[in-house]
């Protein structure tokens, strides 16, 4: 997910994305650790639209 795609969205929006995004990276661990994961760089990337839309969450809270 694309920095551009992130900012179109609202807060409520941005809010249940990053819910899924960490439901998706927990079972992403779980499924490392008993090796049934194949694509190892799912995680990364996973953590990295995680930070992105926190860091959106926290733009948008300091202009209120």
């Known amino acids: 997910m694309k920095m551009k795609e992130i900012t179109t969205k609202t807060t409520s929006d941005l809010s249940r994305l990053m819910a899924e995004k960490k439901e998706a990276l927990r079972a992403f ?3 490392s650790a008993g090796a ?3 694509n190892v ?3 990364r990337g996973l953590r990295k639209d995680i ?3 926190m860091t ?3 733009s948008v809270k ?3």
């Open 56 to 58: 959106q969450l926290a």
């Open 41 to 43: 760089k799912e995680g």
């Open 51 to 53: 930070a992105r839309i």
């Open 62 to 64: 300091g202009k209120k």
């Open 29 to 31: 661990r779980f499924g």
């Open 36 to 38: 049934k994961t194949k």
